[in-house]
Protein backbone atom coordinates (compact mmCIF):
# COMPACT_ATOMS: atom_id res chain seq x y z
CA UNK A 1 0.00 0.00 0.00
CA UNK A 2 2.95 2.30 0.80
CA UNK A 3 4.35 1.72 -2.92
CA UNK A 4 1.36 2.63 -4.69
CA UNK A 5 0.91 6.01 -2.44
CA UNK A 6 4.52 7.04 -2.97
CA UNK A 7 4.17 5.94 -7.27
CA UNK A 8 0.88 7.94 -7.21
CA UNK A 9 2.78 11.16 -5.13
CA UNK A 10 5.28 10.99 -7.32
CA UNK A 11 3.07 10.97 -10.27
CA UNK A 12 1.19 13.63 -9.04
CA UNK A 13 4.02 16.19 -8.60
CA UNK A 14 5.50 14.99 -11.98
CA UNK A 15 2.20 15.97 -13.79
CA UNK A 16 2.02 19.36 -12.06
CA UNK A 17 5.75 20.15 -12.89
CA UNK A 18 4.94 19.19 -16.55
CA UNK A 19 1.78 21.11 -16.68
CA UNK A 20 3.12 24.21 -15.00
CA UNK A 21 6.47 23.84 -17.48
CA UNK A 22 3.71 23.56 -20.89
CA UNK A 23 1.82 26.69 -19.58
CA UNK A 24 4.59 28.70 -18.67
CA UNK A 25 6.14 27.92 -22.01
CA UNK A 26 2.68 28.65 -23.79
CA UNK A 27 2.48 31.64 -22.11
CA UNK A 28 6.23 32.78 -23.89
CA UNK A 29 4.66 31.65 -27.00
CA UNK A 30 1.81 34.04 -27.53
CA UNK A 31 2.01 36.73 -29.76
CA UNK A 32 2.14 39.77 -26.86
CA UNK A 33 5.08 38.04 -25.08
CA UNK A 34 6.93 37.60 -28.56
CA UNK A 35 6.26 40.93 -29.41
CA UNK A 36 7.80 42.22 -26.08
CA UNK A 37 10.46 40.04 -26.58
CA UNK A 38 11.80 41.25 -30.15
CA UNK A 39 11.06 45.35 -28.84
CA UNK A 40 13.15 44.27 -25.61
CA UNK A 41 15.87 42.76 -27.98
CA UNK A 42 15.85 45.48 -30.42
CA UNK A 43 16.42 48.02 -27.80
CA UNK A 44 19.25 46.41 -26.24
CA UNK A 45 20.41 46.08 -29.82
CA UNK A 46 19.92 49.81 -30.60
CA UNK A 47 21.73 50.64 -27.16
CA UNK A 48 24.79 48.63 -28.14
CA UNK A 49 25.18 50.10 -32.18
CA UNK A 50 24.57 53.72 -30.06
CA UNK A 51 27.48 52.65 -27.94
CA UNK A 52 30.02 51.52 -30.88
CA UNK A 53 28.97 54.38 -32.77
CA UNK A 54 29.86 56.84 -30.21
CA UNK A 55 33.24 55.23 -29.11
CA UNK A 56 33.81 55.23 -32.82
CA UNK A 57 32.88 58.68 -33.56
CA UNK A 58 35.07 59.45 -30.73
CA UNK A 59 38.27 57.26 -31.81
CA UNK A 60 37.60 58.74 -35.11
CA UNK A 61 37.93 62.60 -33.67
CA UNK A 62 40.83 61.82 -31.47
CA UNK A 63 43.08 60.07 -34.41
CA UNK A 64 41.71 63.26 -36.86
CA UNK A 65 43.36 65.85 -33.90
CA UNK A 66 46.32 63.79 -33.32
CA UNK A 67 47.13 63.71 -37.55
CA UNK A 68 46.14 67.17 -37.93
CA UNK A 69 48.57 68.04 -35.49
CA UNK A 70 51.22 65.84 -36.99
CA UNK A 71 51.00 67.68 -40.14
CA UNK A 72 50.80 70.99 -38.45
CA UNK A 73 54.39 70.24 -37.29
CA UNK A 74 55.29 68.69 -40.49
CA UNK A 75 54.45 71.85 -42.30
CA UNK A 76 54.91 74.67 -39.91
CA UNK A 77 51.97 75.69 -39.80
CA UNK A 78 50.24 76.62 -36.19
CA UNK A 79 46.67 77.10 -34.91
CA UNK A 80 46.02 81.42 -34.27
CA UNK A 81 43.72 81.60 -30.99
CA UNK A 82 43.20 84.99 -31.68
CA UNK A 83 41.46 83.90 -35.41
CA UNK A 84 37.67 85.01 -35.42
CA UNK A 85 35.49 82.34 -35.64
CA UNK A 86 34.34 81.87 -39.11
CA UNK A 87 31.07 83.33 -39.86
CA UNK A 88 27.67 82.00 -40.73
CA UNK A 89 25.43 83.09 -43.35
CA UNK A 90 21.58 82.46 -42.66
CA UNK A 91 20.09 80.38 -46.13
CA UNK A 92 17.18 82.87 -45.87
CA UNK A 93 17.00 86.18 -45.28
CA UNK A 94 14.78 87.00 -41.66
CA UNK A 95 12.67 89.87 -42.17
CA UNK A 96 11.17 89.63 -39.10
CA UNK A 97 14.49 90.64 -37.73
CA UNK A 98 14.31 94.02 -35.96
CA UNK A 99 18.36 94.27 -36.77
CA UNK A 100 17.58 93.14 -40.40
CA UNK A 101 17.24 96.53 -42.64
CA UNK A 102 14.35 95.10 -44.47
CA UNK A 103 12.47 94.48 -41.32
CA UNK A 104 8.91 94.34 -42.11
CA UNK A 105 6.05 94.70 -39.18
CA UNK A 106 3.66 92.35 -40.45
CA UNK A 107 5.10 90.56 -42.99
CA UNK A 108 2.82 88.80 -45.17
CA UNK A 109 4.18 86.01 -48.01
CA UNK A 110 2.08 85.65 -51.08
CA UNK A 111 3.79 82.43 -52.09
CA UNK A 112 1.15 80.91 -49.22
CA UNK A 113 -0.57 78.61 -51.15
CA UNK A 114 -2.82 77.25 -48.43
CA UNK A 115 -3.70 81.23 -48.21
CA UNK A 116 -7.47 81.93 -49.84
CA UNK A 117 -7.37 84.57 -52.64
Known sequence: ??????WFGTGVAA????TTKVNRKLRQLTPESLAATAANKALE???RLKDRALDFALDVRDNMARREAELGEALGI???????????????????DPSNPRHVENPTYSHNRNEDH
Open 1 to 6: MFRRTF
Open 15 to 18: GVWA
Open 45 to 47: TGA
Open 78 to 96: HEDPELPAPRRYAALENRT
